[in-house]
């Protein structure tokens, strides 16, 4: 079955009740994307449960492998088990998966697209497309112009990552423990293996048998595969910290070509999906409470890099949830019922 232009689609979002599968819901309605039928999935645990798109109730269902008949689009985010489970089911019912799971982002024939850097990636006829990693997304966004300008061979990265990059349960773990440490008592955790309230866990995803996580190895693959250059060198060290919402970078990029950092400053203010906040003298810069529920890529404290010549250093932040995740899908979906 092949994609065909309408007026409205029908969307399936595959993990409706989950912290991305949410902002999926909401990105929709806010941006008006022409929505026929939306139909919420996820497991019995929520099946029934009652979630609203632009006022009308919708009761979330139970997701099964005849979930996708008569869908045109599917937007996973529940996990990568659910992904590599589901998303043949969706495909065979010609409905086009968008994923936000880590499951097929490495698949040589899989596009993993960032609208403001590789649009053309979306092939005519789609079946699955992945939607990259959260701290990836935003770190693309900055990279791309500058690569384009200067030829980048070397990134230096360290996050600083939201809890609610990890789910509900994370919010939901940060806020107990932050209670009880002011309340003076004991803390417990489950999602992470260390408190995280008042504290930093450079521990990401799993530890891989070369000393890294997932997560930095994600960093390091997907920017390659993105800005479709193998020769780009990336260093990633990726943390938890004590935020509810937004990822914070602290970028160090070293080009081929002579660069600064007032050069990039206007190069960055004119290119797609960016903000420059960047005025030290009134304590201006990006800060994750200010990203919460924005759309774009914040970048600032743009500075020369002291210890090297063709080197730059700045910190980019980013809604973790939107640009990172349901934003990003929403808008790969419009790329496609747009051309
Ligand atoms: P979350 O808050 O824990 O939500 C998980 C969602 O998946 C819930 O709706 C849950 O439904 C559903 N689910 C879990 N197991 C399921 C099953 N067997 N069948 C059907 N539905 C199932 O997690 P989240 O933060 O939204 O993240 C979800 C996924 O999105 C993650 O696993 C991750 O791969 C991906 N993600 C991607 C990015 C990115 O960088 N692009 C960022 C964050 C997350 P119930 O209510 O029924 O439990
Ligand atoms: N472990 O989409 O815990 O690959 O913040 C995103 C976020 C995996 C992913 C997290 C994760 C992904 C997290």
């Not at 590599?84 to 994923?99: E, Q």
């Not at 600083?160 to 955790?189: P, R």
Request: with cysteine; hydrophobic share 40%; charged share 25%.
């Amino acid at each position: 079955m092949a994609f065909s232009k309408k007026e409205k689609y029908n969307v399936a979002v595959v993990g409706a009740t989950g912290a991305v599968g949410r902002r999926m819901i909401t990105t929709l309605a806010e941006r008006d994307f022409p929505v026929d039928r939306l139909v919420l999935l996820a497991s019995a645990r929520s099946a029934g449960q009652v979630l609203t798109f632009k006022g009308k109730s919708i009761a979330v269902e139970l997701l099964t492998e005849s979930s996708f008949a008569g869908q045109d689009f599917a937007l996973f985010s529940a996990g990568a088990s659910v992904s590599l489970k589901y998303a043949p089911f969706s495909v065979d019912a010609g409905c086009i998966v968008i994923d936000n799971s880590s499951a097929f982002r490495m698949e040589k024939d899989i596009p993993l697209v960032v609208p403001e850097v590789n649009p053309d990636a979306i092939p005519d006829q789609p079946e699955i497309i992945a939607n990259p990693n959260c701290s990836t997304i935003q770190m693309v966004v900055a990279l791309h112009p500058i690569h384009a300008k200067y030829r980048i061979k070397r990134v230096v990265v360290s996050t600083y990552q939201s809890v609610s990059g990890s789910g509900q349960k994370a919010i939901a773990e940060l806020t107990t423990q932050s209670m009880a440490v002011l309340d003076g008592k004991d803390t417990s955790s489950e999602v992470y293996p260390h408190q995280i309230a008042f504290n930093c866990l450079p521990h990401i995803d799993v530890f891989l048998d070369n000393g890294y996580t997932k997560e930095e190895m994600k960093m390091v693959n997907e920017t390659r595969k993105i800005l479709g250059d193998d020769s780009i060198q990336v260093s990633p060290t990726t943390v938890r910290v004590p935020v509810f919402y937004s990822h914070s970078e602290s970028v160090n990029v070293e080009t081929e070509a002579p660069i600064s950092a007032e050069a990039v400053k206007k190069l960055l203010r004119h290119s797609p999906g960016i903000r420059v906040v960047d005025d030290p003298e009134r304590s201006e810069y990006p800060l994750a409470i200010d990203a919460e529920g924005k759309d774009e890529v914040f970048v600032g404290r743009l500075r020369n890099d002291l210890s090297r010549k063709k080197a730059i250093n700045f910190w980019i932040v980013s809604d973790n949830l939107r640009k990172g995740a349901a934003l990003n899908a929403v808008q790969i979906a419009e790329l496609i019922v747009g051309r």
